[in-house]
């Protein structure tokens, strides 16, 4: 494919996307979907290429979460279980377009209402949140988000943060470490379970690490410093509402 203007932008879009997720503690596997889609890249491309950028972004997230105190074993082991293994399943694993999409895309819009819906009183649901997540549903839970992530090429965080917070299983800034985790594990299982069948990365991949990289860094100092509960929760249901429309009217 030709170097265009609109592909010479690349890096400082993806770098912004995963700023702006890395702040709660997401990979921007969505976002880097969306954006691969719209400048003319195949299947082929964008799945391996979204899987290889959240686990640098991740990777980032899980650091600085943890030395911040805001992530523990215990509040992310439950979900990692079977997280990771149903990912690799869900990697090798094919659904219908035409199936999948809209069903994933209205979940997200309606765990998006219910994160906008909870933003105004996120400092009093995060008191009353549990320190830990319980282990057998969180094993459960794990399982389900770790398919569809391998499915979809996304991280599985997008998925597992606004479930945890409905439930009340941890706090806001908890549940972005744990989101962390999750989207490294599942990210690295999808993407050795497709490393043999993937034709070729593209030439830029380097550059468009190096930009997430940045963006990550950025974006998940101001989710632990800086960004409270409420705008935490405004940022996910936004997220969440941009790729819910993508799925549901892609």
Known sequence: MPLT?????????????????????????????????????????????ALALNVIVAAIGCVRFARAGLLTWRSFYPFAILGAPFSVLGGISDLPHGLYQPVVGILLLVASALMIRSAGRAEEIDRAAAVTP????????????????????????????????????????????????????????????????IPAMP?????????????????????????????????LAGLLLAAGVRMVFA
């Open 5 to 49: 203007l609109e592909h010479a932008l690349l890096p400082i879009v993806f770098a912004i996307v995963a700023a702006l997720y890395a702040s709660v503690g997401q990979a921007g596997g969505t976002g880097y979907i969306a954006i691969m889609g719209l400048a003319g890249f195949g299947p082929e491309v964008i799945k391996p290429t």
């Open 134 to 197: 319980p282990f057998w549903p969180s094993l459960v839970a794990g399982a389900i988000v770790g398919y569809v992530s391998g499915l979809t090429g996304v991280g599985g965080g997008i998925f597992l943060s606004p479930l945890v917070l409905a439930l009340g299983w941890i706090g806001t800034r908890q549940a972005a470490g744990v989101s962390a985790v999750f989207n490294l594990l599942n990210s690295a299982a999808a993407l050795a379970a497709i490393w043999t069948v």
């Open 203 to 235: 030439e830029p991949l380097p550059w468009w690490m190096l930009a997430v990289g940045i963006g990550g860094l950025l974006g998940s100092g101001l989710g632990i410093q800086f960004l409270q509960p409420k705008a935490l929760r405004y940022i």
